[in-house]
């Protein structure tokens, strides 16, 4: 069977996007307390003090927030014992960060959606994302700790997207990729729904709200060389995570077409190959710390 496949028109794709998101707003979604933050941060004229309202309104997500604060996962010195003082030690970035990451833990439980793919593993897969990210970032000196960490956490998402829409549709596409291994994923998903991952995630993000760096991502993590310089770094850090994590053959990998590192995407955070193998032997001590974040979470 060859790699070509039809390709939906842009019109067609974008509307397909759009019933996907439609269909799966009553489903699954983000809790409205975690929507008001994403857009108070966003907001130039917020402060700290209206964050800290918000959160301080649900004691649950507040008591989350705390716990997450409190973990080895940020080192902080001493207690923490309120989120206003939270809010002050990590900034409002890093709370609404912890505010998406805590929410998103529920949406990615699921268990056995088919033969061969198990909600778990993607979860798996992203948390190792995320964690592979961070240390990307860091190494690559970006300056985005919990901006990647996140980024990392929500790059497949869209399959979320595609798991709640389209399910039946979703079990073919899984079924063809295990009997096709050499056909790509985001090809299959595009003949079967008329859309692929990234585009279902980017549609997701858009509807959220999210930061356009997100939606960057979601959107062009397989891709990231087709953004703008000045838009692509956190997409292109995803990326290299995303094989590396392949690689290491951690939770579902079929997403991942090429087990080599664009050479192209590493030129553009001024890495090596060696630079981010050797994140791959720190990354699971570095994923427990992860895992134990968002089981606080």
Not at 94 to 116: E, T, W
Not at 157 to 165: F, T
Not at 271 to 277: H, I, P
Request: charged share 20%; aromatic share 4%; net charge negative.
């Amino acid at each position: 069977m060859t790699q070509a496949m039809s390709q939906p028109a842009e019109s067609a794709k974008a509307d397909v996007v759009a019933s996907a998101i439609g269909e799966i707003s009553h489903i699954a979604t983000l809790p409205e307390v975690t929507l008001k933050i994403i857009n108070l941060v966003e907001d130039p004229n917020s402060t700290a003090q209206d964050l800290n309202k918000v959160i301080t309104n649900d004691p649950a997500l507040g008591a989350r927030i705390l716990k997450v604060v409190n973990s080895a996962f940020y080192g902080l010195p001493g207690q923490i014992a309120s989120i206003n003082r939270a809010i002050v030690l990590l900034g409002l970035n890093a709370v609404k960060n912890i505010a998406i990451a805590a929410s998103l833990a529920k949406l990615f439980r699921g268990g056995q959606i088919a033969p061969h793919f198990d909600a778990h593993d993607l979860w798996n897969h992203s948390i190792a994302v995320a964690t592979a990210t961070k240390m990307i970032g860091k190494e690559a000196q970006l300056g985005l700790a919990d901006e990647a960490f996140l980024a990392g956490l929500i790059h497949d998402i869209g399959i979320m997207v595609e798991i709640q829409a389209m399910r039946g549709k979703f079990v073919e596409v899984i079924l063809k990729k295990k009997e096709n291994p050499e056909l790509s994923l985001r090809a299959i998903e595009t003949e079967i729904l008329g859309a692929d991952h990234q585009e279902f995630g980017a549609g997701l993000c858009r509807a959220w709200k999210f930061p356009n760096s997100f939606i960057y991502v979601t959107g062009h993590h397989h891709n990231p060389m087709e953004l703008e310089e000045d838009q692509r770094k956190l997409a292109s850090a995803v990326n290299l995570a995303d094989v590396l994590v392949a690689k290491l053959g951690i939770g579902y990998t079929d997403t991942v077409d090429n087990l080599e590192f664009n050479q192209e995407v590493l030129a553009d955070l001024n890495l090596t190959c060696d630079q981010v193998e050797k994140i791959g032997e720190a990354l699971p001590n570095a994923m427990e710390e992860a895992e134990n974040l968002l089981d606080a979470a």
